[in-house]
């Protein structure tokens, strides 16, 4: 507001120096809001044309307000803009989430899976040592559940790899789809 008074007080002092000069009843200089608006409040240009009497208080207040309300308008489209880019932002992190949620399942249930085989090739294992007799039995279940173990983990090392796939895949998605939408 200060800047609007300063503005009109130094708009006033160049117009009360530099009077217009008149031809008969034409005025060589003339003045119009719309001029007025294109010119920084405060600032004088030889260009600018004035009508005898200057432009009145009002109609440089009438201007200000007219800035005033576009640069208000502008700002709220970049407001809504940005509040759509937080939104858009917002829904790819919920996705990743839950395609975190998703991998942190199956890994937990594949370890699962995986500590209860190790407890089994323990058992297998102590079964072996302490019953001869049953050797051929006891070796045949120490590498079934050796060889699931082995498929387990390569099923295991598959599923990480192919969700850091997805992951990376999405990711460049949504980048490439966030990218045509800017301007």
Do not use: C, W
């Amino acid at each position: 507001m200060e800047d609007l008074s300063s503005g009109i007080n130094k708009l006033k002092n160049e117009l009360s120096t530099n009077p217009p000069v008149h031809q008969g009843q034409k005025t060589v200089k003339s003045n119009s809001v719309s001029e007025l608006m294109k010119k920084p409040v405060g600032t004088h240009d030889d260009s600018l044309i004035h009508v005898p009497g200057a432009v009145s208080e009002a109609e440089l207040k009438a201007a200000v307000m007219a800035k005033e309300k576009y640069i208000s308008e502008t700002i709220e489209l970049k407001q809504k803009a940005i509040q759509e880019e937080v939104s858009k932002l917002s829904k790819i992190e919920k996705e990743l989430e839950q395609i975190r949620l998703q991998e942190a399942e199956g890994i937990n249930y594949l370890r699962n899976r995986l500590e209860e085989i190790d407890k089994s090739l323990v058992g297998f294992q102590n079964d072996f040592k302490i019953k001869q007799q049953l050797y051929e039995e006891a070796k045949a279940k120490l590498e079934h559940a050796t060889s699931e173990k082995k498929g387990i983990q390569n099923d295991l090392t598959k599923m990480i790899l192919a969700s850091e796939k997805k992951k990376e895949q999405k990711l460049n998605e949504l980048l490439a789809e966030m990218n045509q939408q800017l301007p």
